[in-house]
C-alpha cells in the first residue's frame, strides 16, 4: 500500500523542529531540549531525535527558555544529525 504524499509531508512536518533563521546573522531553534556543547565557534541543541550543530564565529546563545533557543553570530553552516536509539 502506497502512503498519499500528503501523508507523508505531514509526518515529515510533524517530525521536525521548527527553525527562524533571519540571515547568516540570528536562529531562533524551537522545541529544544538541551544545550549538548557549545564555543565561540559551533553550538549542539538536542531537538529530541536530532541533533542540530550550529557552526560560525562569535555564536552566543543569547536565551533558553521553554525550549526556544535564540542564537547569534556569524553563522556559517547548520547540520542535523538524527539520532539513532
Same mark, same amino acid.
Given at each position: 500500500? *502506497? =502512503?498519499? *504524499? =500528503?501523508?507523508?509531508? *505531514?509526518?515529515e512536518?510533524?517530525?521536525?523542529c521548527?527553525?527562524?533563521?533571519?540571515?547568516?546573522?540570528?536562529? =531562533?531553534?524551537? +522545541?529544544?531540549?538541551?544545550?549538548?556543547?557549545?564555543?565561540? +565557534?559551533?553550538?549542539?541543541? +538536542?531537538?529530541?531525535?536530532?541533533?542540530?550543530? =550550529?557552526?560560525?564565529?562569535?555564536?552566543?546563545?543569547?536565551?533558553?527558555?521553554?525550549?526556544?533557543?535564540?542564537?547569534?553570530? +556569524?553563522?556559517?553552516?547548520?547540520?542535523?544529525?538524527?539520532?539513532?536509539?
Amino acid at each position: 500500500m *502506497k =502512503i498519499p *504524499k =500528503i501523508k507523508r509531508l *505531514k509526518e515529515e512536518i510533524n517530525n521536525s523542529c521548527p527553525i527562524e533563521l533571519y540571515g547568516n546573522k540570528r536562529i =531562533i531553534v524551537f +522545541d529544544c531540549k538541551s544545550v549538548v556543547d557549545y564555543s565561540n +565557534d559551533f553550538i549542539v541543541l +538536542d531537538l529530541g531525535g536530532q541533533v542540530l550543530r =550550529i557552526c560560525g564565529a562569535n555564536l552566543v546563545a543569547d536565551s533558553f527558555v521553554f525550549g526556544q533557543t535564540d542564537i547569534t553570530g +556569524d553563522i556559517i553552516s547548520l547540520e542535523f544529525v538524527q539520532v539513532s536509539v
